[in-house]
Each structure stands twice: as structure tokens, then as C-alpha cells.
């Protein structure tokens, strides 16, 4: 069975930082690409990053430049880092698998 587990979201004062953790069981992350969505209420679900199984990344012209995408294969974990975090990075943070998601962090930038 497989379980994505988010962490590592919370309330941030605007240009404020965050780490986002996604640990794995039941799956093996370094053989997919692995992504990050966001969704803000009353918003769609979004794509903010991918990382590739060859490391290549790739991202959402909203967070190009603050956001960081990042894989630890030995820990089974995906990372988002992100910096200077905007009252618009306001949202739920999922990661996702081919069909699996986990059950999301909220993270909330505001002063």
C-alpha cells in the first residue's frame, strides 16, 4: 500500500521560508517523477514543481526562483523548499505519484 506523508507547513510571515517533506512507504520514489500541487481555496489545483528521476526539475513561473524541488533517494523523501513565501503561496501543499497523493500541509503566509 502505498502512503505519501506531508510536513513541514505553517503560518510565515511574508518572505519568510518553509520546508516541505514528503516521506514515502510502499513505493520506491527514485523510479518516478515526483510532484508538488498546490490548491487555494476557491483555485484549482496547481502544479508548483516536479523533479525527475534524473534529478531535472521544473517549475511554475510563480515560484521560479524561490521555490526549490529536491529528492533524497536513501530516505525515500521529496522536499520542497521555499523561500521568500508570498501571501499567494497561501494553500495546501499535496505531493503526488503517478495516482497517489498524500493528504496535504497547509501552508499560510500572512503578517
Known amino acids: 500500500q502505498v502512503q505519501l506523508v506531508e510536513s513541514g507547513g505553517g503560518l510565515v510571515q511574508p518572505g519568510g521560508s518553509l520546508r516541505l517533506s514528503c516521506a514515502a512507504s510502499g513505493i520506491t520514489l527514485k523510479l518516478y517523477t515526483m510532484n508538488w500541487y498546490r490548491q487555494a481555496p476557491g483555485k484549482q489545483r496547481e502544479l508548483v514543481a516536479f523533479?525527475?528521476?534524473?534529478?531535472?526539475?521544473n517549475y511554475a513561473d510563480s515560484v521560479k526562483g524561490r521555490f526549490t524541488i529536491s529528492r533524497d533517494n536513501a530516505k525515500n523523501t521529496v522536499y520542497l523548499q521555499m523561500n521568500s513565501l508570498k501571501s499567494e503561496d497561501t494553500a495546501v501543499y499535496y505531493c503526488?505519484?503517478?495516482?497517489?497523493w498524500g493528504q496535504g500541509t497547509q501552508v499560510t503566509v500572512s503578517s
Open positions: 523533479i525527475t528521476t534524473t534529478a531535472n526539475t
Open positions: 503526488n505519484v503517478r495516482a497517489q
